[in-house]
């Protein structure tokens, strides 16, 4: 009668999304101050001033077609041409405006993305813990995802699980540094045995292995942390970007995908993206947004809050004696839990206000994740509950 998998994607909300929710008819039942929402990876710094010295400029103009009419498929040319010179000044990696395709954020960058690579069988191998809508936008391309393990020591990925993953089926490998959940940024050392691993492969199956880099968090790094650009280490990158957290403009839906200079047959795989992105219904991004971009395409996002939110839950929770990884980028902690299941661990937490996010559905069950994207106040309010819950586990 109609699509059985698309039903059961759009009847059960991610877990995500479920806490969300209950957060909201939870503050209405005990007030909001007894709440603690940890659940979602909504920025709450302000965009940067020239977002809106841009959107004020851009709504000036006499003739509003230019914000509001279609642009080319792929995006305006202007707008690919600031965000391939800024690149390019940025991380000297040569790309050329016509290898980029303009989104609505992240999520369509990695949609296009694979629809643009998928054959019949071909497997995307994703290193724990991963972005749970992977596994959707894999599926739903026709792909099948395979799971490589992560480094409990330090989350940078298990090589020995990710040589496993790898075979003469695999596409692309799809990496997300700094990460969602854990915070993690990979190393120099992690990026270079990555691409010696991928080119090494890649070699011995006759084809090229792609890289696929989600790098919504690049710009949220904290204490000098470098990012590498993983185009300049491994020809086969593509980058799937967003601006969804770097100028806080998540609702805005904006983003882009940029293919390096040397992919192979990289003129038919930016074709490939473009009828992907056809195929999709996912052509001419957000106009305004597009230009938005352009204009506050070398702005940084005021990272200060989220430094300052991260030192105090990674500090706290620490001394209380928890787990934790401490996180160099993007605005998530990943706490292990302290019991086996996470689940039951959350459901705990959640008695006493406190919404964290079960791991299993990032690949990493045993843990629960904290976004600190949230007031500064709230964080400060909520380490009494945090004390309790320890306490309770360490009086059974
Ligand atoms: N990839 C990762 C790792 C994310 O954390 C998110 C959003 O939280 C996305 C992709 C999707 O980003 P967007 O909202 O720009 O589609």
Redesign the pocket.
């Known amino acids: 009668m109609f699509n059985q998998e698309m039903y059961k994607l759009g009847s059960h909300r991610s877990v995500i999304r479920e806490l969300f929710e209950f957060g909201k008819k939870r503050m209405a039942e005990v007030g909001a101050d007894k709440v603690y929402d940890f659940s979602l990876?909504n920025p709450n710094v302000p965009a940067p001033e020239c977002v809106r010295a841009a959107i004020k400029e851009l709504a000036d103009l006499p003739d509003s077609t230019i914000i509001h009419g279609y642009t080319s498929a792929q995006g305006d040319a202007g707008v690919r041409k600031a965000i391939a010179d800024s690149i390019n000044a940025r991380f000297g990696a040569g790309v050329s405006p016509d290898a980029v395709y303009m989104t609505c954020?992240?999520?369509?960058s990695?949609t296009i993305t694979l629809n643009a690579l998928c054959e019949d069988g071909d497997e995307f191998v994703l290193i724990a813990p991963y972005?749970p809508?992977y596994k959707v936008f894999v599926t739903a391309a026709g792909g099948k995802p395979v799971v490589a393990a992560f480094d409990e020591k330090d989350f940078q990925p298990d090589f020995a699980s990710l040589a496993k993953a790898l075979s003469p089926r695999t596409k692309a490998v799809i990496v997300?540094s700094p990460n969602?959940p854990s915070g993690a940024v990979y190393t120099k050392d992690t990026v270079k045995k990555l691409c010696d691993m991928l080119r090494d492969a890649s070699a011995k199956f006759g084809k090229p292995i792609f890289l696929i880099a989600?790098e919504?968090?690049r710009e949220l790094v904290y204490d000098d942390i470098e990012v590498p650009y993983l185009m300049n280490e491994y020809a086969d990158t593509v980058v799937c970007y967003?601006y969804?957290k770097s100028l806080s403009l998540?609702g805005e839906?904006i983003?882009y995908i940029a293919l390096s200079p040397s992919l192979t047959e990289g003129a038919s795989i930016y074709a490939a993206v473009c009828g992907a992105g056809r195929a999709l219904g996912y052509v001419c991004a957000p106009n305004l947004f597009q230009r938005v971009a352009a204009k506050c395409v070398n702005a940084l996002p005021d990272i200060s809050a989220y430094r300052k939110n991260r030192d105090l839950i990674y500090g706290a929770l620490t001394e209380m004696g928890y787990d934790c990884v401490h996180p160099d980028g993007a605005f998530y902690l990943f706490v292990r839990a302290l019991e086996p299941d996470a689940n039951a661990f959350a459901e705990r937490a959640k008695a006493l206000g406190l919404l964290l996010v079960p791991g299993d559905d990032f690949g990493a069950p045993g843990y629960v994740r904290i976004s600190y994207c949230v007031s500064y106040d709230m964080i400060k309010r909520s380490l009494p509950a945090f004390k309790e819950l320890i306490a309770s586990y360490r009086a059974d």
């Open positions: 990876g954020g992240a999520a369509a990695l972005f809508e997300n969602n989600d919504p968090y967003s969804s998540p839906r983003g």
